[in-house]
């Protein structure tokens, strides 16, 4: 009926991001720390697969793909394929190696694998992404009650813990392989918040405007 929009130069209103859900950071020392998982091949499993959720930040799809060559314990890092094919170095805590050799000596006794996937199921086969997100779910359920408990979750608690330690916003784009900084910037919301709640607290007059 017209030649042009008439709305075209009419701001709309914008529109708040969610910000990204994560585990608290005791809950998952819990998780991880107080001998939750047993000491057999699927709780070995169980555990490392969350333990490197948190230590390193990577996505589902890298997870399942890890094979046992990726895993370099002398250096503390895995090697991993992301989105376009893209491959990176991502570093872990020293204690994974622990973790990754108690699981690799149960595997190795109980299970009869014909691939190198570093995590198969109980019949040898590589995981599958509806079993990661049962290991996910249900163990998390165990120390959280956020309404959503993913592998990606995990991957939004690691990023956001890193930068309330302080971490370089660049350095965890890189860790996380974003392909552009604005992708990571989502999680500065989060913490941002953060340092607002800790300068109400703390400082003298930080309250005075509530």
């Known amino acids: 009926v017209v030649d042009c ?3 075209v130069n009419v701001p709309l209103p914008k529109i708040r991001k969610k910000l990204p859900h994560f585990v608290e950071e005791n809950n998952l020392n819990h ?10 091949f699927r709780g070995q499993r169980d555990k490392l697969i969350i333990s490197l959720f948190y230590a390193t930040g990577i996505r589902l799809a890298e997870l399942i793909n890890l094979k046992d060559q990726d895993v370099n314990t002398v250096e503390y890092q895995i090697k991993v394929l992301g989105k376009r094919n893209k491959e990176r170095i991502v570093p872990y805590p020293r204690e994974i190696n622990h973790l990754v050799d108690e699981y690799l000596k149960v595997r190795n006794e109980v299970v009869v694998s014909n691939n190198n996937y570093l995590f198969v199921t109980e019949k ?7 079993l990661v997100y049962r290991v996910v779910k249900s163990n998390l359920a165990k120390v959280t009650s956020l309404e959503k408990k993913s592998p990606h979750v995990l991957r939004h608690t ?10 370089d916003l660049n350095a965890v784009k ?4 974003h392909a552009n900084l604005a992708a990571t910037q989502v999680y500065t919301h989060t913490t941002f918040e953060k340092l ?3 300068y109400k607290q703390a400082h003298p007059r930080g309250g005075k405007n509530d």
């Open 196 to 198: 607002q709640q800790s």
């Open 31 to 40: 998780l991880l720390d107080d001998d939750i998982f047993d000491k057999g």
């Open 5 to 7: 929009n008439p709305a």
């Open 174 to 177: 890189e860790l996380l392989g």
């Open 158 to 167: 690691y990023a956001t813990h890193l930068l309330n330690k302080g971490a």
């Open 124 to 130: 040898g086969n590589q995981i599958y992404e509806k």
